[in-house]
């Protein structure tokens, strides 16, 4: 069953960046003259506008940091499609988890596309945007992921590592995908996944990793080398560079 022209996007922003080694909260450093987090919003905003879609969307900020968040959009181009701003917890799932709390005051449909989108992947593209959306409202997708086939060989290296860790195995490149965000789910599901995940305390890395927990078949779409999530200095510089070849 195909849902509706709505989605709903959770943007957790509430981390505190430590690997970025600054005063300054990553989410408004600049990339190219415009902040991080004034991209990813834009670039929502932009794939809503082109595709006539109505765009609910949930920022998941620091505790105690509301009201200066609510004074940083206000006035901004994208501030439209703010519906909420709340606080996130101290893992990235307590986050996601307040943010799905809140998609409750909007009685979304249990089909309709949820994703959940890091703040700090501000590179993100409107054509990776629409391939998740079409997948969750088309391809009859419960829970999708964006992903880009690995371009390194990994190993697999044994639990106990120490200074040389030992090596287990390699696994086929051909089967390893990078996945990033958007992670998307139909709002049934995602709403069984976190009531379910808080209930037993069980914390996962990603969020489609709660719902393969739970016996869910998880697809990844097609997103984008580009679209890196800022953690580290260098991530400004990769991430200026990108941008030249994006125009
Ligand atoms: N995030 C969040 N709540 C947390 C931790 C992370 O909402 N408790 C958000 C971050 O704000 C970011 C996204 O999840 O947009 C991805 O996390 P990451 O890049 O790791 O950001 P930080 O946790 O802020 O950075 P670090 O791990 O270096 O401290
Ligand atoms: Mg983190």
Sequence with gaps: MSCSRKLYVIFPAAGSGSRMHSDKNKLLMEVDGIAVIDRTLSAFKKFADEKDIDLYCVLVVSPGKIAE??????GKDYSSIICAITEGGDTRTKSVGNGVAVLEDYSP???DAVFIHDAARCLIDTDSISRCFDA?????????????????TIK????DTDESPLVESTPDRNLLYEVQTPQCFKY?????CYFEASAEGYEATDDTALAEHYGYDVRIVEG??????????????IAEALLKNMH
């Design 109 to 111: 449909d249990d089909n």
């Design 136 to 152: 969750i409202c088309n391809d009859d997708i419960c829970v999708c992921v964006s992903g880009v086939k690995t371009k390194n």
């Design 188 to 192: 049934g599901v995602l709403t069984e």
């Design 69 to 74: 968040w609510e004074e940083y959009l206000d």
């Design 224 to 237: 984008s080398y580009a679209n890196i999530k800022i953690t580290t200095p260098e991530d400004i510089a």
């Design 156 to 159: 697999m290296v044994k639990a």
